[in-house]
């Protein structure tokens, strides 16, 4: 069986700047209004057989969202970001995440932003379908801890209505 989630019916949102290095028009820094949707599927379960309680999938993708909204997302991993003091090959992202400030260098242009003001993703690209993953993987990480019924985790993160990706997360 499967159960959805409607993201915008269900208040999943967040609004977020990114960039994606080296892309021709994405590649300035911008922002979407993104809004995300859930499928799960999997077998009827315990006393109330529901494949998985609305309540939690909402409150754990709801945390994700709430993450990430208002502030800027970089990919920690891509190619094309160089840090200040910060070795992606030999550092903890841990690490970056302690400093007050983050420098970072794409082509010629440099920033420095407040760390409060970013969250550091440990993915390549900040992409739709890079942050579906994401959601996908961590939202089916925390369910499994309390559901051992589940096949998949689906999400669609939404960069406005009528264009997303969607990733599914086999369990």
């Keep these: 069986?499967?159960?959805l989630v409607n993201g915008i019916q269900s208040n999943l949102?967040?609004?977020?700047?990114?960039v994606i290095p080296g892309h021709e028009s994405c590649g300035f820094i911008h922002g979407h209004s993104y809004f995300v949707?859930?499928?799960?599927?999997?077998?009827?379960?315990?006393e109330f057989e529901f494949v998985v309680d609305f309540k939690d999938v909402k409150k754990y993708t709801k945390a994700i969202c709430d993450e990430l909204d208002h502030r800027l997302l970089i990919p920690v991993f891509n190619d094309l970001i160089e840090f200040k003091e910060f070795d992606k090959?030999?550092?903890?992202?841990?690490?970056?995440?302690e400093q007050k400030s983050i420098y970072f260098k794409i082509e010629e242009k440099g920033y420095t932003?407040?760390?409060?003001?970013?969250?550091?993703?440990p993915l390549p690209y900040t992409s739709a379908e890079e942050l579906s993953k994401f959601f996908?993987?961590?939202?089916?990480?925390?369910?499994?801890?309390?559901?051992?019924?589940?096949?998949?985790?689906s999400v669609c993160v939404n960069?406005?209505?009528?264009?997303?990706?969607?990733y599914r997360k086999d369990l």
């Design 13 to 18: 949102r967040f609004s977020s700047a990114h």
């Design 159 to 166: 960069e406005g209505i009528g264009q997303g990706a969607l």
């Design 37 to 46: 949707d859930v499928e799960i599927e999997g077998e009827r379960a315990g």
């Design 136 to 153: 996908a993987e961590t939202l089916a990480k925390k369910l499994s801890e309390t559901y051992d019924n589940l096949d998949s985790v």
């Design 1 to 3: 069986m499967k159960i």
């Design 113 to 121: 932003i407040p760390s409060v003001d970013c969250v550091l993703l």
């Design 89 to 97: 090959n030999k550092d903890s992202i841990f690490d970056l995440k």
